[in-house]
C-alpha cells in the first residue's frame, strides 16, 4: 500500500460485485483502497476500478501487502478458515463483511432476510410491496446491486437485505431494524466444522444489534427456531408466522385465510389469491406482509403485491404446457431442503428431473413425497446410482439422462396430459452445465423445442 498517505487503508478480498461496490464505497468515504482477488477480474469490473482510479491485482493474492491493511472486507465465499484470513486475524485486523462496511454509511432502515431457504423469494416480495407502495428503498444483499454501491451512489430510506450465514459471519455492529428469520436446516455445514449449533448461531446474529424498537419476525413452526429462542438473548419485539396456530401479533392461517395481525388491526386474504403457492410460499408472503405492517403500508397495496408478485427465475418457474403436461423449472433448488418445497407444492401426478453434483444429499426426507407425488424419476447428471438406490423401491420408473435434452424428451414421453415434468435437482450443476441458471435455461430451452 502507499505509505505516503495518512488515509486509512482497505483490503478488498474479491473483485466481484460486492467486492468492486465496497471499493467505491471505500474510496469515496476516504479509504486507501487495494483490491485483491485469487481468480480473473472480469472486464467490466477492471474498467470500474481503473475508472475510480482503485489499485488492484488478479490471480494472485500479495499476502504482503493486504497484512498492511487497517481492514479489510472480504467477499462471503473466502472461508474463515483461509489462511489469508487466518493471518489476517493473527495480526488484529478486522475482517468485515460488505454488509457490516456499507451498514456505517447509511441511516435507512434495514430490512435482514435470512434462513436457509425462502429468502431470495422472501426479499423479492418484500422489496416488490415497499415499492408498490412508493417508499424509496434499495434491494440488495445477495441479490440485486451491492450494497456498498447503493450507500456509494444512492440515497435511499430503506433496504430490503437478503443475508446469507456467510455474510452475518462478517457483520458485528450492523443494525437490523427488521430482521426475518424464515428456517433453519443443516447446510453449508463445512463451514461451520460440521456442528449444526455454530451454523444456528450464525443464522442469529441477524438479531445482535436489535433494540427495543426493533423487530425480530420469525418461524414458530421452525423446531430449531423455536428450540434456540430463549438462549439467544433478543432485545426487539418478538413477530412470530405461523400456518399451524394462532398467534397474537404476527401471522397464522384461519383454514384458507392468511391473517396478519398486527396491533389489533387484522387483515385477511385468501391463500388462493396468493401469487406464490405452496406451504412453504405461506410463509414467504406471511414474513413480507408483516414487513409490510410493520411499516404501516395500506392493506390494499399489501393484498395486490401479494397477488401480483412474479417469482424469480429458476425458482418454481412456470415454463409452458405441451399438449397438457405443464413444465416447472425449479433449478435453483441446488439441496434436498429446496426440492423438498417444490415436490411438497406439486399437485399433479410427477415426473421429476433430479440430479447432478451431490453434496452428501440424505434424501431420506423426501420419500415421504416421492411415494405420494412422483410418477417417474430422469436422473440428469454423471453419477446417479444414489438416486436410483433412495427411491428404487417407490418408484418404478427410473431412467438416466446425461444432458438436458434427454431429459426433457424423456420426462415428456413418461408424462401424459395433466402430468407435471418438474426440474428440482437438489444438487449443484458443475457436472454438466456451467451453474443453475445454465442448467434452467437449457432446461427452458429444451422444452420450448418440443
Not at 318 to 324: E, L, P, Q, R
Amino acid at each position: 500500500m502507499k505509505t505516503t498517505s495518512n488515509k486509512k487503508r482497505l483490503v478488498v478480498l474479491g473483485a466481484g460485485e460486492s467486492g468492486v461496490g465496497t471499493a467505491v464505497l471505500g474510496v469515496k468515504m476516504g479509504f486507501d483502497v487495494f483490491v485483491s482477488d485469487q481468480g480473473s477480474i472480469k472486464e467490466k469490473y477492471k474498467k470500474e476500478l481503473l475508472s475510480h482510479q482503485i489499485e488492484f491485482e488478479e490471480n494472485q493474492h500479495t499476502s504482503k501487502r493486504i497484512l498492511t491493511a487497517d481492514e479489510v472486507v472480504k467477499s462471503p465465499g473466502i472461508p474463515d478458515k483461509a489462511e489469508l484470513v487466518q493471518a489476517l486475524l493473527k495480526k488484529g485486523k478486522p475482517v468485515l463483511s460488505e454488509i457490516e462496511f456499507a451498514a456505517r454509511y447509511t441511516h435507512a432502515t434495514l430490512i435482514g432476510i435470512t434462513g436457509t431457504n425462502g429468502k431470495t423469494t422472501t426479499t423479492l416480495l418484500t422489496y416488490h410491496i415497499l415499492t408498490k407502495a412508493g417508499l424509496n428503498v434499495g434491494l440488495a444483499g445477495n441479490v440485486g446491486k451491492s450494497f456498498a454501491r447503493q450507500v456509494a451512489e444512492s440515497n435511499f430510506d430503506y433496504y430490503v437485505l437478503e443475508l446469507s450465514s456467510f455474510q452475518l459471519d462478517g457483520m458485528f455492529k450492523t443494525r437490523i431494524n427488521l430482521a426475518v428469520l424464515l428456517n433453519i436446516t443443516p447446510d453449508h455445514l463445512d463451514r461451520y466444522e460440521y456442528e449444526l449449533q455454530n451454523y444456528v448461531d450464525s443464522k442469529f446474529r441477524i438479531t445482535q444489534n436489535q433494540l427495543q424498537q426493533d423487530v425480530f419476525i420469525y418461524c414458530k413452526d421452525d423446531a430449531i427456531i423455536q428450540s434456540n429462542l430463549a438462549s439467544q438473548k433478543i432485545t426487539a419485539q418478538l413477530i412470530p408466522i405461523s400456518i399451524y396456530e394462532k398467534v397474537e401479533n404476527g401471522a397464522y392461517l384461519n383454514e384458507t385465510e392468511l391473517i396478519l395481525d398486527i396491533n389489533n388491526k387484522p387483515f385477511s386474504m385468501s391463500i388462493h389469491s396468493l401469487a406464490l403457492q405452496g406451504k412453504h410460499n405461506i410463509y414467504n408472503s406471511m414474513a413480507a406482509g408483516i414487513v409490510a405492517k410493520v411499516l404501516d403500508i395500506r392493506n390494499e397495496i399489501v393484498r395486490e403485491s401479494l397477488a401480483d408478485f412474479e417469482n424469480i427465475e429458476h425458482r418454481l418457474e412456470f415454463v409452458t404446457k405441451v399438449h397438457g403436461i405443464e413444465f416447472i423449472n425449479d433449478s435453483k433448488a441446488t439441496n434436498v431442503n429446496s426440492t423438498w418445497y417444490a415436490l411438497e407444492s406439486m399437485t399433479n401426478p410427477t415426473v421429476w428431473i433430479v440430479g447432478g453434483v451431490d453434496k452428501g444429499n440424505d434424501y431420506s426426507m423426501l420419500r415421504e413425497l416421492v411415494k405420494d407425488k412422483v410418477k417417474a424419476i430422469v436422473c440428469l447428471g454423471k453419477e446417479n446410482e444414489k438416486i436410483h438406490n433412495a427411491f428404487a423401491d417407490l418408484v418404478e420408473i427410473i431412467v438416466d439422462a446425461h444432458s438436458s435434452e434427454e431429459a426433457v424428451k424423456r420426462s415428456y414421453k413418461l408424462a401424459k396430459k395433466g402430468d407435471t415434468v418438474l426440474l428440482s435437482p437438489a444438487c449443484s450443476s458443475f457436472d454438466l452445465f456451467e451453474n443453475y441458471e445454465d442448467r434452467g435455461r437449457q432446461f427452458k430451452r429444451d422444452v420450448k423445442s418440443l
